[in-house]
């Protein structure tokens, strides 16, 4: 069974049941028993004012959808709103109270309601699983996609319908003939809705790829139908983890396949740096590289003692896979005075008065991953923190041509005490990641040799990051006040401040490398904490108030902490052009972003 999530989904699943029975298998409805909504013809009339007139303008969605389906009949209405339902129910990553208000604002065009006590109000409440930033931001493609489906659906005969519907791969057929289906979160989510028990509660085809692709020894052959797949894999793994409620995204799985630490490059960074050996993550200051780093390392570890291992011995020995996490990860943290000495090899004083050479930090590193033979081992990886801090050619040294070079042998221009000419290699197992802010100049000295040796990606500011770390955070103090009841007015937050790097990137006097990362924007939880004070009020804002003007908490971490911080990136400015940058860009975070 793949229904285990953070809460209790059961309610998801009743709504997902009454919207096959009452609006697939019938014309009815999933808010107003009694009523005919999800009819052919009202389906045409919305395919027509949504999916064959797109709105491709910059306004917000609901703007556009209010324009397209606002002057529509209040049936047409409705079952716009019951789309939205459905599109609502699976994720988690949208809070209950941002569900209900659009469904709410839909509703209200043909002069409805959805009542808190209702079925659909209460499913809102949690959620199966993230669609991501992503899912938001393509909502019109997964609407459309949600309505091609059931005009097709519709056109099936009665009978076919009812053999469709009791049958998963019957059902998946279906869903996969509508015209680019693949790519939609949306086909991913009805298939689990409906059908929990034969489908992963998993909303993104490639991470399905890369279970089956990190689980492939359970299963025999190669299913072209990954979903199959999955479900083959799942009950291998019941088998090999008995008496344990198994999710992809809970332990002990997540850590075998899952990888967290995506950017814009359009590919994993794990994939990456397995081709590579090493890849520097860069970007402006404050986008959680370091974490990243860390992530990054501890799936390349799990990841390679599930291959090493096989999944059997790999779930029974997740004791000693945890322990090599802890002690395979190696990190540096770089700066000025961090030279070729310190890192290859540097002369020293030696007992007797003479001098001699003694090896640095790397070599140090090597023999001690050497004591232990290759076929015993897992990888180590070597976290070079803000590498941009020091001359890291100089630091490098005979190194740099060894990172082609793996498993060669050189020796360097020195002898140890004993007289024997010291030597260098680096074994293929020692993966390096490198951190680098965009800010520091001294990336423009990095010469062209170098960074071929390395891969880049780029870590800019993730809003969803944002977010789900202001979530964290805010859970931590207790304070009594639901964080869904806070998410909008975040999420808002996230939206100004990308509006307020939009800027930054296009400002002739900044540019994309000083833009905000979102670790400066978290103080601003406990600035909302103070400013709500011990008994909180179950305001309707927190961030800005009804009429779209910032609240204290928001004016605070411009003031103490993104204020302060752009200021010394035009340190190079007269006060007044200064001032005057500074001003227009408070003006960009304070104003309240048009609501979805």
């Not at 992530?295 to 020995?317: H, N, T, W």
Request: charged share 25%; aromatic share 10%; with cysteine.
């Amino acid at each position: 069974m793949a229904r285990y999530t953070e809460h209790d989904p059961s309610k998801i699943y009743e709504v997902a049941k009454a919207f096959l029975s009452d609006c697939l298998l019938r014309d009815g409805s999933l808010l107003n028993a009694g009523e005919s909504v999800w009819r052919t013809d009202l389906l045409g009339r919305i395919h027509k004012a949504f999916v064959a007139a797109p709105d491709e303008g910059q306004r917000s969605f609901m703007d556009k959808f209010k324009d397209q389906i606002g002057k529509e009949d209040p049936e047409v209405v409705r079952l716009a709103a019951e789309i939205l339902c459905v599109y609502f129910l699976f994720p988690s990553n949208v809070g209950g109270v941002r569900k209900r208000q659009i469904v709410n604002q839909i509703l209200a065009w043909a002069g409805g309601e959805l009542p808190p006590d209702h079925l659909v109000s209460e499913a809102f409440s949690t959620g199966i699983g993230s669609g991501g930033q992503g899912y938001n931001t393509r909502r019109p493609f997964e609407i459309a996609f949600l309505i091609e489906f059931a005009i097709a659906w519709k056109k099936l005969s009665s009978e076919r319908r009812v053999e469709v519907a009791a049958d998963p791969w019957l059902f998946q057929g279906l869903v996969d003939s509508i015209e680019d289906a693949e790519p939609k979160q949306l086909r991913h989510m009805l298939l689990h809705m409906l059908f929990p028990d034969h489908f992963e509660r998993i909303a993104s085809g490639s991470h399905k790829q890369r279970v089956v692709n990190a689980f492939a020894g359970l299963v025999e052959g190669d299913p072209q139908n990954e979903d199959r797949a999955l479900l083959a894999i799942r009950r291998e793994l019941e088998k090999l983890l008995p008496n344990q409620q198994l999710d992809f995204y809970w332990s002990p799985l997540v850590g075998a396949w899952y990888d967290d630490s995506e950017g814009e490059s359009g590919g994993a960074p794990l994939e990456i740096i397995q081709h590579k050996k090493q890849i520097v993550l860069y970007g402006p200051p404050g986008t959680s590289k370091t974490y990243r780093s860390k992530k990054l390392a501890e799936r390349v570890i799990r990841s390679a003692a599930l291959s090493q291992m096989g999944p059997a011995k790999y779930f029974q020995s997740q004791p000693v896979v945890a322990a090599a996490v802890e002690s395979n990860v190696h990190r540096l943290q770089l700066h000025p005075a961090y030279s070729y000495e310190d890192f290859i090899r540097a002369l020293h004083i030696a007992k007797h008065g003479g001098t001699e050479y003694r090896a640095g930090y790397l070599p140090r590193l090597i023999a001690d991953i050497e004591k232990t033979p290759r076929s015993e081992r897992l990888p180590h990886v070597l976290i070079l923190d803000e590498m941009n801090r020091t001359d890291l050619s100089r630091m490098l040294g005979e190194c740099f041509s060894l990172l082609e070079d793996r498993n060669q042998t050189i020796e360097l221009p020195a002898r140890d005490s004993d007289g024997a000419a010291m030597k260098l290699r680096i074994p293929d197992d020692l993966f390096v990641i490198g951190t680098m802010n965009l800010i520091d100049q001294s990336i423009e000295q990095i010469d062209f040799a170098l960074r071929r040796r390395f891969l880049w990606l780029l870590c800019p500011f993730d809003a969803e990051a944002l977010v789900g770390a202001a979530e964290a955070r805010w859970r931590e103090l207790k304070s009594g006040l639901d964080w869904d009841r806070l998410e909008p007015d975040f999420r808002k937050l996230a939206e100004a401040t990308a509006a307020l790097n939009r800027e930054i990137h296009d400002s002739p006097l900044l540019g994309a490398q000083y833009e905000v990362g979102h670790t400066y924007l978290l103080d601003v939880v406990v600035f909302l904490r103070n400013f709500l004070g011990p008994r909180p009020a179950h305001k309707q804002n927190y961030l800005w108030n009804k009429k779209g003007r910032v609240l204290e908490p928001v004016v605070q971490v411009w003031n103490l902490s993104l204020r302060p911080l752009l200021e010394q990136y035009l340190a190079g400015l007269d006060a007044i052009a200064r001032n005057a940058e500074l001003d227009r860009l408070s003006k960009v975070l304070f104003k309240p972003p048009v609501a979805e």
